[in-house]
């Protein structure tokens, strides 16, 4: 495994306790930061059964639907978060951070590599069978 994808682990662990603590904050229930919670834990999973698939031997069908799932709910969660966070924070509607800004493209950008492993560990799959 590459370092820099030993450091982009490192990252989604550290990151994990401050993004399931701000979801508990703005939706004020347990499904959001428990989904959440499994949908990086799972994303981690991916980039380890990529390059470690004796490790985590994600064989089977039902890992597509994982991958489907990691997909939903991250996207779920950013749709949410974009509306609720300037909100929560108090920003000022000439605040980078609105729900039709380009600043949640960042977001996405980096969970990209987990989600290239993801559909890589898919089409292994898809390409055994």
Same mark, same amino acid.
């Given at each position: 495994? +590459? /370092?820099?994808?030993?450091?982009? *682990?490192?990252?989604?662990?550290i990151s #994990?306790?401050?993004?399931? %603590?701000? @979801?508990? !904050?703005?939706?004020?229930?347990?499904?959001?930061?428990?989904?959440?919670?499994?949908?990086?834990?799972?994303?981690?999973?991916?980039?380890?059964?990529?390059?470690?698939?004796?490790?985590? +031997? /994600?064989n089977t069908?039902?890992? *597509?639907?994982?991958?489907?799932?990691? #997909?939903?709910?991250?996207? %779920?969660? @950013?749709? !949410?978060?974009?509306?609720?966070?300037?909100?929560?924070?108090?920003?000022?509607?000439?605040?980078?951070?609105?729900?039709?800004?380009?600043?949640?493209?960042?977001?996405?950008?980096?969970?990209?590599?987990?989600?290239?492993?993801?559909?890589?560990?898919?089409?292994?799959?898809?390409?055994?069978?």
């Amino acid at each position: 495994m +590459p /370092f820099w994808v030993t450091l982009y *682990i490192a990252f989604m662990v550290i990151s #994990l306790p401050v993004g399931v %603590y701000m @979801l508990r !904050r703005l939706e004020n229930d347990w499904l959001h930061p428990v989904g959440g919670l499994l949908s990086t834990l799972l994303s981690i999973a991916f980039i380890f059964a990529y390059w470690m698939p004796d490790v985590v +031997p /994600f064989n089977t069908n039902s890992t *597509i639907l994982m991958f489907i799932f990691v #997909l939903f709910w991250d996207f %779920y969660t @950013l749709m !949410r978060v974009r509306t609720k966070l300037p909100d929560y924070l108090g920003m000022s509607e000439d605040s980078e951070i609105q729900p039709d800004s380009t600043a949640w493209l960042f977001g996405l950008l980096l969970m990209a590599p987990a989600y290239y492993f993801g559909a890589l560990v898919c089409l292994r799959i898809v390409s055994a069978s």
